[in-house]
């Protein structure tokens, strides 16, 4: 298992959650893990990135402001801070990993590793 995403429940809205992802062997030596999220009947959104080298951060325009992402390469664990959560973000959220630069970011195609993905609810 090269990606394992843990830390999804059922919160209130204005909550908060830590999402943690477990990175090993080629999806840990990357470029970049990212974090996108699926809800049903919906297509998979990008929600955020982080560099493992240098931690460079891109969010699409829902996450900023709200949501933090971090790493640990010590660890190779990378992690999305989610505050002042919404009944919207309810989804099912995945982290990726692969060699993608900032113009692909949003592009889940472009990613190579993915993790099984945690659920997260929140309640109105």
């Known amino acids: 298992v090269q990606l394992q995403a843990s830390g999804g429940g059922l919160v209130q809205a204005g909550g908060s959650l830590r999402l943690s992802c477990a990175a090993s062997?080629?999806?840990?030596?990357?470029?970049?893990v990212a974090w996108f999220r699926q809800a049903p009947g919906k297509e998979r959104e990008f929600v955020a990135t982080?560099?493992?080298?240098?931690?460079?951060?891109y969010y699409s325009d829902s996450a900023k402001g709200r949501f933090t992402v971090s790493k640990d390469n010590a660890k190779s664990m990378a992690y999305l801070q989610m505050n002042s959560l919404r009944p919207e973000d309810t989804a099912v959220y995945y982290c990726?990993?692969?060699?993608?630069?900032?113009?692909?970011?949003?592009?889940?195609?472009?990613?190579?590793?993915w993790g099984q993905g945690t659920q997260v609810t929140v309640s109105s």
């Open positions: 990726a990993a692969g060699n993608v630069i900032t113009s692909t970011a949003r592009n889940h195609d472009a990613y190579n590793y």
């Open positions: 062997g080629a999806a840990a030596r990357s470029r970049a």
């Open positions: 982080i560099r493992w080298s240098g931690g460079g951060t």
